[in-house]
């Protein structure tokens, strides 16, 4: 027999947008279910910079001074080769935050860090190995989810459901949402190579003849991002690793003596560049986030800012009173106001974007 569960909300997705959205409800005093398919976080090659204005939000959290205490790496500056040329790129020291720099962490580290706080509420539940397979509905209206799980399958039924599961989204498909593609001429190839002392500093990449080389200090490796044309990396794989090897070497050539570290096409992943958005992000029950709701480009990071920051900027009405199945409701996940129903108090708050059915 199929076990059934009840809440206010579920979310699909414990990435950083699912799980940023559980905390923040949670600490609201929403009783909240995340779902996450996987065993646990660790998935290498996620976008794990975290910039001043997401450090800016952790420290208005009461998070920041816990968070550096994290193993991490801090980058004030950014420099690249651009035809053998250095060049500034960012300057993140005239910033007006409280952290003048961007934070590198691995995803897994920090999704580990903000549900560990998260699970400090008693109203935030982390289910792993929950994968949402499909949707429940009353006539139009999202009633709940159904998920597979070790123990069969599960349903869960609530007065919100939050899609934040990913680009290959089940919810904003299940839900009937529309998307729009936008064309994107590139993918990537992630890939790791060992660093040496006497490398040289941090540096956001290589451009070269309008080609590029990301490179990213990850302590005792560099996290290697070799942009190539959209759809071609069968191409470049059937023309052999030592090609790809030298492909590298021709933008950094200190790497000359290790690159031959990548002797197996499994130690490369493609980055299926996508830039997209719904249509509409929500229909009555469901609001889909993150890169459920719009895919963006990873150039620099501002697809990890939105996955980070837009949960902290959903303000959510919901009265004591409250009938499910109508909206808006009223939450101001950061500040903590009291949810009286009252928007009047809300639009004073900084944190606040209202979302309404």
Known sequence: MDEKLQTRCVI?????????????????????????????FFRDFRGDTIH????????ELGLLDEFLKQPHQEVRQLRAFVNGHVVPIADFTKLPTHCKFIAFMPQWDFLN????????????????????????????????????????ELEIRADLIIGA????????????????????????????????????????????????????????????????PKG??????????????????????????????????????????QINRLRDWCRD????????????SPAGGVASISLFRTPSRLLICWPENCEPVRFPWTICATCRRA????????RRCRFSFIVTW
């Open 165 to 228: 599961d990913g680009r290959h989204s089940i919810i904003q498909t299940r839900a009937g949402l529309k998307r729009e593609e936008f064309g994107v001429a590139i993918d990537v190839l992630w890939m790791r190579i060992s660093k040496k002392k006497d490398d040289p500093q941090q540096t956001l990449g290589f451009f070269q003849q309008g080609k590029l080389l990301v490179l990213l200090d990850r302590g005792d490796y560099w996290q290697c991002g070799f942009v190539i």
């Open 285 to 296: 029950g469901l609001l889909c986030i993150g890169d459920s709701a719009h895919a963006m």
């Open 52 to 59: 001043p204005s997401s450090l800016e939000l952790m420290y």
């Open 113 to 152: 860090f903000l549900s560990a706080h998260a699970r400090a509420f008693p109203s935030f539940q982390l289910l792993m190995q929950h994968e949402v397979v499909n949707l429940t509905f009353d006539q139009q209206r999202v009633t709940g989810v159904r998920a597979k799980t070790p123990r069969g």
């Open 232 to 273: 071609g990396f069968d191409a470049i794989k059937a023309r052999g690793l030592q090609q790809l090897q030298k492909a590298i070497v021709s933008f950094a050539a200190f790497l000359r003596d290790r690159v031959a570290e990548l002797d197996d096409w499994s130690k490369i992943k493609l980055l299926t560049v």
């Open 339 to 346: 949810a009286n129903g009252r928007r009047d108090s809300f």
């Open 12 to 40: 699909a997705g414990g990435g950083p947008a699912g799980i940023m959205a559980g905390y923040l409800l949670a600490r609201a005093g929403v009783p909240v279910i995340v779902l996450e398919k996987h065993a646990d």
